[in-house]
């Protein structure tokens, strides 16, 4: 029993601390296993009956999906990416193909006539891959399906020798322009450079249509052996290369008048290196068109209508054309030009324009991309809707006189008839009336001119003026039916019946329409560009501008006048200034248009008036005359100035401080029988807005400044004092 108690207080000690250690186990046990609990019910609560579970298993099948789908349209968007890429790429190669092919085609003609059929040859299976791309050349491939073989290889080298003058014809015939590629083909292959003058002759309007029948008619001698199955591919390639057309121009000028010239001349006075292309759907380059209605009248060359030559008032002899071919480079040679230049596309249509783009689609589905572009479009001859509802017969005996074409058509019409007659009192109406009744005497034609007003140009001249210039008119052999309102015309008989709406009937072989112009504005819906409901046009703010890098110029342009507020001209002047001003803006000056454009009309040689501002008949006028001496005619005047465009002397003038005649001055006239030579005054609100100068002549730039100044005066015949009309 001791031993027992003895081992008990030995062992009691170790049993406590291990007592002690089992207790703080159990302890920490308890400890860890309470906090278990905490955790368990968070873990029930997520895998619950509330179905938390099941949402997170749908959020990431809707994420994989996304995914997915997001793969599968990359991946298809890469593909299509990839294989247009391809396509291009072959397309590119194919073209470089068929012009490596074209040069050796043109440098061994002469030494290996074989040679250039096994070019041929290769080259003839990528044609029909680029046929139906949408580049230029392979548009006309398939209209000339069956040329001779020769042709082809002439026609390319008749491209290569004429590339650097690639213009318009100006004169040259058919015949002509047939017989000098023989030269640059045969002898002068290898340097294109020096050929401008057979060039000149060679590129007509339309280069395919004079280009391959003169290959047709002098190449199978040279090359008899050419298989001709071969050459047909490589024809319809080289035609298209005659028609390539740049598919970027820095300048686009849309339209082939005065105002695109104008606005070609100042972009590239003011960047040397420009590269302008002008696209216009006239054949012709651009020329001039007052003298259609005037000087081209009155010249005694038979062959006036092919030359387009004229002798002015003065007696010098100019073209109506302002630069030659020469002046020009070719379409094809415009990306590739060093020191840039101007090339005109002539026979192409713009149909439509992608202002956001900047690129615009021509009417063979050419696209041409730009960054500046200016549409100069001119406006269209109305018609008088009583005409266009009498049928296919009347029209085509009636004449709407504005191309070179029109000049063409009716100089030879009124060789063969008997009586024209001429519909309309403006300016173009009254010229053409003064021009064609001087053949009245000649060749026996009868000259009528009827209109609604009472007199000629009786919206613009007084009545008094308008009274006194119908006389002339008349005195120059033309017969007028004043206060004439067309209500019907027939055919019958082979003669064109005119029945006015008071009952008078006139009897006529054929009707010149001379009622206005129509702006052409049919780009604006393509466009979105906005037309003026009031005068039509594009409208414009002061800098000719219609959007950042659009400007609008010519007949077309409505524009601001920051001295006579919104207004529309269609005079040869304004083209001239307001193409000048836009082709300075579209070179960064930003300048306002502030130049008082003038315009004028002569009736012959001997009577000829000069105007600018607003002149209108229903304003108030007051007019100042004097008599006439034998310097106060337009024929005077342009000896005078050495141009028979007067406005090239004109528009360049400023007048500073003008001294007045010293001369005493008569009574203002209104009413006398006699108008030899004055100055007529337009008030609007008693300030002078627009000056008729009345057989005066270079004093424009003293009108522009009464003008410009704005002032009231209160006695005008001492303004007229500072035309010196009372001076002999």
Not at 102 to 125: F, N, R, W, Y
Not at 440 to 456: R, Y
Request: proline letters at 8%.
């Amino acid at each position: 029993m001791l031993k027992c108690r003895t081992v008990w207080k030995k062992l009691a000690p170790l049993a406590r601390s291990s007592s002690t250690v089992c207790r703080q186990n159990v302890r920490r046990a308890g400890l860890n296993n309470g906090r278990i609990p905490a955790c368990v019910p968070a873990a029930h609560m997520s895998t619950g009956p509330a179905g938390g579970g099941r949402e997170t298993q749908l959020y990431i099948l809707l994420v994989g999906a996304a995914c997915a789908g997001g793969g599968l349209y990359a991946y298809r968007t890469v593909t299509g990416d990839q294989k247009r890429y391809q396509q291009r790429i072959d397309e590119i190669a194919a073209r470089q193909n068929k012009t490596a092919a074209g040069e050796p085609a043109t440098l061994v003609q002469s030494e290996a006539p074989a040679v250039e059929a096994i070019e041929t040859e290769t080259v003839a299976e990528p044609a029909p891959e680029a046929a139906p791309s949408p580049e230029p050349e392979a548009a006309p491939s398939s209209e000339e399906p069956s040329p001779p073989a020769p042709d082809a290889e002439v026609a390319a080298s008749t491209e290569t020798t004429e590339t650097p003058p690639d213009e318009p014809v100006l004169e040259a015939s058919p015949e002509e322009a047939a017989e000098p590629p023989a030269a640059p083909v045969v002898e002068e292959e290898p340097s294109p450079a020096p050929e401008p003058s057979p060039a000149e002759l060679t590129e007509p309007p339309a280069p395919v249509a004079e280009s391959e029948p003169t290959a047709a008619a002098e190449s199978p001698a040279a090359e008899p052996t050419e298989p001709q199955p071969e050459v047909v591919a490589e024809s319809g390639d080289s035609s298209p290369a005659i028609l390539k057309v740049p598919s970027h121009a820095p300048y686009l000028l849309i339209g082939g008048g005065t105002a695109s010239f104008a606005a070609a001349r100042s972009i590239r006075a003011r960047d040397p290196g420009a590269k302008v292309l002008i696209v216009t759907d006239e054949p012709d380059p651009p020329y001039m068109r007052p003298p259609l209605s005037k000087e081209l009248w009155f010249s005694d060359d038979p062959s006036v209508t092919e030359t387009l030559r004229f002798k002015q008032w003065n007696g010098k002899e100019r073209s109506i054309y302002f630069q030659p071919p020469s002046f020009y480079i070719s379409a094809e040679e415009l990306d590739s030009a060093e020191n840039g230049g101007v090339a005109v596309l002539s026979g192409k249509k713009v149909v439509h324009m992608d202002v956001r783009g900047n690129k615009v689609k021509l009417d063979d589905d050419t696209e041409i991309s730009y960054d500046k572009c200016l549409i100069a479009t001119g406006g269209v001859p109305r018609n008088l809707q009583v005409i266009e509802r009498a049928g296919e017969e009347v029209m085509k005996r009636t004449t709407l006189f504005r191309k070179i074409e029109d000049f063409k058509s009716l100089d030879k019409v009124s060789r063969n008839i008997k009586s024209i007659t001429i519909v309309g009192g403006g300016f173009l109406g009254s010229e053409l009336a003064c021009a064609l009744g001087r053949r009245s005497t000649e060749s026996g034609l009868e000259v009528i001119q009827m209109f609604p007003e009472k007199g000629n140009m009786g919206k613009v001249l007084p009545e008094y003026l308008s009274n006194w210039t119908t006389e002339k008119v008349k005195r120059e052999g033309v017969k007028i039916i004043s206060e004439a309102l067309v209500k019907a015309v027939v055919c019958k008989d082979d003669k064109l019946e005119i029945q006015l709406k008071d009952g008078r009937l006139v009897k006529t072989d054929h009707i010149v329409a001379a009622v206005g112009l129509e702006p052409n504005v049919d780009l604006a819906k393509s466009a979105g560009l906005e037309v003026d409901s009031d005068f039509g046009g594009f409208r414009v703010n002061a800098e000719l501008q219609a959007r950042s890098n659009i400007w609008v110029a010519g007949d077309a342009a409505c524009f601001y006048d920051i001295r006579l507020g919104r207004r529309r001209v269609e005079h040869h002047d304004h083209a001239v200034v307001s193409g000048r001003l836009a082709g300075e803006n579209m070179t960064g000056a930003s300048k306002p248009y502030w130049h008082q454009s003038m315009f004028w009309s002569d009736l012959g040689p001997d009577v000829g008036y000069e105007a600018i501002g607003i002149v209108d008949s229903s304003l108030p006028t007051v007019g100042v005359f004097a008599k006439a001496t034998a310097k106060d005619t337009p024929k005077a005047a342009t000896e005078q100035s050495g141009t028979g465009i007067r406005s090239e002397s004109e528009t360049e003038d400023t007048a500073t401080s003008p001294v007045a005649s010293s001369s005493p001055a008569p009574a203002m006239v209104q009413h006398q029988d006699e108008y030899g030579k004055g100055v007529i005054f337009y008030l609007r609100d008693k300030v002078v807005v627009g000056i008729i100068l009345w057989n005066v002549f270079n004093r424009m730039p003293i009108a522009r400044k009464i003008i410009k100044d704005g002032e009231e005066h209160a006695d005008l015949n001492e303004v007229a004092k500072l035309f010196n009309i009372h001076d002999d």
